[in-house]
């Protein structure tokens, strides 16, 4: 059984901060790593996919890699209210490129 | 940005009833999933389905449920008996060729509620 795990939160950051989001895998044959936004009551929407071991950044945020640990994370720099939602970690293997979603972390960005 | 749109976006329906959730895959797409999602927990994967036949199910796809896209457009997930427990947040999501790009464009999902 493919295992991802996240905290739930909520996470609470203040405007401006740097929010840091974890997720643990327990596949070691997992090649493929993502980050998805759901905002509550809508559908997930990718926002950073990563395939080797480091770090990958788009604009405010930053992907974090380290297959040794079977960890991976998401930064996102200078947070706003907007960035409050949900916070969802997949991972798939290179044999089945079927996603496996961890049950999300709550991140609440507060003024 | 194109989108995957999905039908009805509310069903309501009674325990035991047969309900067809349809969705409309981005037109170049060659993958097709679906997902479910129950309240307050995590996205699911259903089943996945390539060149008009499923490659893969999870155990959660039992004979209760089937998957076909008959006109070459819509894609559809029916539910033959349905049960309390099918509750849920149905999402579609497709792809163009996950070989080369594995982002998943989710619809906006059809949220099932049986009684």
């Known amino acids: 059984q493919k295992e991802v795990e996240q905290n739930s939160g909520p996470l609470s950051v203040p405007e401006g901060a740097i929010a840091s989001l974890n997720c643990t895998y327990s596949d070691r044959g997992s090649q493929s790593f993502f980050w998805y936004r759901q905002y509550s009551g809508k559908s997930p929407e990718l926002i950073m996919s990563?395939?080797?071991?480091g770090d990958k950044e788009d604009g405010r945020f930053t992907a974090q890699l380290n297959k040794a640990s079977q960890y991976v994370s998401l930064l996102i720099r200078d947070s706003q209210p907007s960035d409050s939602a949900t916070y969802l970690c997949?991972?798939?293997?290179?044999?089945?490129?079927?996603?496996?979603f961890g049950r999300g972390t709550s991140l609440i960005v507060h003024p | 940005e194109p989108e995957v749109t999905q039908t009805p976006s509310h069903q309501v329906t009674q325990m035991g009833q047969e309900v067809i959730l349809r969705c409309v895959p981005i037109?170049?797409?060659?993958?097709f999933y679906w997902y479910r999602q129950i309240l307050g927990q995590k996205v699911e994967f259903l089943v996945s389905?390539?060149?008009?036949?499923?490659?893969?199910k999870s155990e959660i796809f039992d004979d209760q449920f089937s998957v076909e896209r008959p006109d070459g457009s819509n894609f559809t997930l029916k539910i033959r008996s349905t049960k309390l427990e099918d509750s849920a947040m149905y999402f579609c999501?497709?792809?163009?060729?996950?070989?080369?790009?594995?982002?998943?464009?989710f619809g906006s999902g059809t949220q099932l509620s049986v009684l």
């Open positions: 037109s170049n797409h060659l993958y």
């Open positions: 389905f390539y060149n008009n036949e499923i490659s893969e």
């Open positions: 999501a497709t792809t163009w060729d996950r070989r080369i790009n594995e982002k998943l464009f």
């Open positions: 997949a991972v798939s293997s290179g044999g089945s490129y079927i996603p496996t």
């Open positions: 990563i395939y080797s071991n």
